[in-house]
């Protein structure tokens, strides 16, 4: 969600339902393919199917988790075009959100490619909820804690690789090898649930920390949580929890069910 000042008078995109949507029907995909900035790029291409499930992760292969009720298109969606709109006949039917290259399972700047969208009504949905000022599991309203602790790639554990300097994990000790296994009384075990810990609290929240280092012994600490360095100078609007993916599975082709 943006909030924009001073701003009055702007044309607002057309929105169309996926009940509205057939196989078939052109359409184009508008994003940011390759995170290069600048002019937006537009791929098009045709709705494949309705209603498709997948498994997306990053384009290593990490962090995958499951997207139901897709659009599927033959545009070729590609990496940094996650959260641009899918046209079809000039309205918004959905937001890019994954791509597979066929025969990879993951996303490539060559070949063709199968493209996957959020239904816009279900992002609409999700939009209603933040702007009623929802709080959940789903929505963390504002700017998230800062932990300050780094994880290797396709980490299955919470065994942390690295700690960002003068962070409060640096603070209260942590150290590169260390297991985090509590934060805020609750117990962590697997790395989404080391991500969404601090998530749930506030820039100055105090939460406790417990944790093993690389000789077994067990340490516990209370940190006083910080701003990210991605969130510095943002001010303290709605943030949505979730990010889309940039990529389908890594085990072979993304085969949708």
Known sequence: MLRLSDAAGLPTA????????????????????GGKGGTPTAASGHVVALARDITASDENGTD??????LI?????????????????????IGIDTAA???????????AAQTGFAI????????AD?????????????GVPGFLGVQLPD?????????????????????????TITAVGGAAIDRPDALSDAPAGHRPQDRVAVAWTDTAGASHSGTVTLATGPADEGVSRGPRPK?????????????SPS
């Open 14 to 33: 057309r929105i169309v339902t996926a009940a509205q949507v057939a196989v078939g029907d052109a359409v184009t995909a508008v994003g940011n393919a």
């Open 64 to 69: 995958a988790e499951r997207l139901t009720g």
């Open 72 to 92: 599927q298109v033959d545009a070729a969606v590609q990496a940094g075009d996650s959260g641009g709109p899918l046209y079809a006949d000039g309205a918004v």
């Open 100 to 110: 597979s290259t066929a025969g990879h399972g993951r996303v490539a700047t060559t």
């Open 119 to 126: 239904p816009i009504a279900a992002a609409t949905a999700i």
């Open 129 to 141: 909820r933040i702007v009623d000022g929802e709080q959940s599991s789903a929505i963390h309203q």
């Open 154 to 178: 396709g980490a299955a554990g919470t065994t942390v690789s690295g700690v960002v300097r003068g962070s409060p994990a640096a603070a209260a000790g942590l150290r590169a090898g260390d």
């Open 242 to 254: 979730s990010h889309v993916r940039a990529a389908c599975g890594s085990r072979g082709p993304c």
